[in-house]
């Protein structure tokens, strides 16, 4: 079975590894979210591909969801001394050995898809991971200025990581995503899917960017596999993260339904978690075909028994 | 007093460091050699400015005499992991920190001697370190082929790291020599010198490639001050290092004698080791006015000593 799923970091990779144990043979694709990458002390860092790689190729640190298992900050506190910024954002020693291979590569004029694939030949995640674009895309958010009245623009990762999301995003930006094309794959493999999933990662900054690209919306939308997503969203918060401060900012009420409306042109079937049940007649009135079921990802399992969940929903759909 | 020294790695910054401890309050440039510079894993690294930052800094790993006290080898584990080469020269944690910091900001357009003053910002190092050359310059070692008869130029540090100077250097190459300049400061701090000091550096790749930035060598000849070198020769060896490699390579004998006579024309006074003191008659000859001193760098107050010898003899040769 060809999957090809839509994923932002740590719960789509989650979600990925449960998938990969529920259904070991399937031929999985990831598209990996690519607008929260950013360039730190020069090294070109891509969060979200790498913590796939990380969790899928059994070298993630468990206990956070992201970064190298074990990892040392030797190199973070030097920088710290030294007295360089960026502080807010601290890369492990190990961690940093992905981001020089990669700035290395991509600075040899590798494009980001190729050096994933390499960096790949290492971690064997048992899916194929690609970038959802080789073109650099980055999520700015919009902020009241301090003070002055002014917006400004901060970089995803600034506002996450350094500002916990706190201060009210105004608007969200994609820069660069008009000029963006899909990497090499992303659209064969959109249309060669035999499901189509949208993994419980944030809406709005992980599986967003990648549905902005230009040519992939449209590609989801008119492929032949059922499209089915699992919400990230349950008793109307986050499981992790802070995706209500990114669906606040665009305007979708935080619950299992709103996401599932900001999806509905191309959705064909939505889980909801059990305590969500009640959300289920609201989006079958959208036309999409909704279920409830558990979706903690509390451990591999649980995960697996979600992605048995999803497929279950995909032959419904494909089966009405 | 106003010392400016042309200075390699580990000797030459042995004897600063003595230097400094001989006469606290001189006003010591130290022009560093940077044709050892090379890129590796994509950071640009400068081996020579480092050893003396760190070395003066008090952050050098003593027991080698280079690198960062105490470091790690997260990162250059991990890149083996990945399988990047070179694998012959491993970069520990806390100076991937340095590397990172002056690659970051080459890359921004600063240029190098800006660089190093940034950095030295935190390790007071005690002097003016002044790279020799903002240029790029590297030290290319012809040596003969892997049995098909070509020869074959590779970076110095492959040829010094990875082969131990073992195989034979048939010449030493000093590519982007003819177009370097020297860097700011450097022809006024060689012109402005009470006394010029050649450290018991390499007198092939570590002086040699300072000397032979156009207009260096013109400057400390041409300069007012006297000229007071140390033999980095003791008994027909080097101290340290594989110093005969390079000296045959360029066909100059591997003695103390040989080495005052490479630089005969610039050199006003040369210490030999008191071991060597059979050589004196031999330098004076040539017009250096010539003493025998220990010349071991055991400890600092033996550098000190050293020092203290330099300038007696820079003394010496000015009241002549």
């Known amino acids: 079975m060809r999957i090809t799923a839509l994923a932002g970091g740590i719960g789509g990779s989650r979600f990925l590894r449960g998938l990969l144990r529920a259904i070991p043979d399937a031929e999985v694709t990831v598209v990996g979210n690519t607008a929260d990458d950013i360039t730190l002390h020069g090294l070109h860092v891509s969060p979200d591909l790498d913590t796939v790689m990380y969790t899928l190729g059994d070298g993630v640190e468990e206990s956070q969801g992201w970064g190298r298992r074990g990892d040392t900050s030797a190199v973070a506190d030097e920088l710290a001394a030294y007295g360089a910024e960026p502080r807010w954002f601290t890369l492990g020693d190990r961690d940093i050995a992905t981001h020089l291979l990669r700035t290395r590569m991509l600075t040899a004029g590798y494009p980001l898809s190729a050096v994933t694939e390499a960096l790949c030949d290492r971690w064997r995640p048992g899916v194929r991971l690609l970038p959802m674009t080789d073109d650099r895309v980055e999520t700015h958010v919009v902020v009241a200025g301090d003070g002055d009245g002014q917006e400004r623009a901060i970089h995803f990762q600034e506002w996450w990581v350094r500002l916990h999301a706190k201060v009210p995003a105004r608007r969200i930006v994609l820069v660069g995503i008009e000029q963006a094309k899909p990497a090499p794959g992303?659209?064969?493999?959109?249309?060669?899917?035999?499901?189509i999933v949208l993994p419980p990662s944030n809406p709005v900054v992980s599986i967003g960017p990648i549905l902005?690209?230009?040519?992939?919306?449209?590609?989801?939308?008119?492929?032949?596999?059922?499209?089915?997503?699992?919400?990230?969203?349950?008793?109307?918060?986050?499981?992790?993260?802070?995706?209500?401060?990114?669906?606040?900012?665009?305007?979708?009420?935080?619950?299992?339904?709103?996401?599932?409306?900001?999806?509905?042109?191309?959705?064909?079937?939505?889980?909801?978690?059990?305590?969500?049940?009640?959300?289920?007649?609201?989006?079958?009135?959208?036309?999409?075909?909704?279920?409830?079921?558990?979706?903690?990802?509390?451990?591999?399992?649980?995960?697996?028994?979600?992605?048995?969940?999803?497929?279950?929903?995909?032959e419904e759909v494909r089966a009405r």
Chains 1, 2 share one sequence.
């Open 186 to 195: 992303v659209l064969d493999a959109v249309a060669a899917a035999d499901v």
């Open 212 to 314: 902005s690209v230009p040519g992939v919306r449209d590609a989801v939308t008119v492929a032949g596999a059922p499209v089915v997503g699992l919400s990230p969203i349950i008793g109307g918060a986050p499981v992790r993260g802070m995706a209500d401060a990114a669906l606040t900012a665009i305007g979708v009420p935080t619950s299992a339904a709103g996401v599932a409306e900001l999806f509905a042109d191309l959705l064909d079937g939505w889980l909801v978690d059990s305590t969500d049940a009640d959300a289920v007649p609201a989006v079958e009135a959208a036309g999409i075909r909704c279920r409830a079921a558990p979706l903690l990802m509390t451990d591999v399992d649980a995960a697996a028994a979600m992605a048995r969940a999803a497929l279950d929903l995909a």
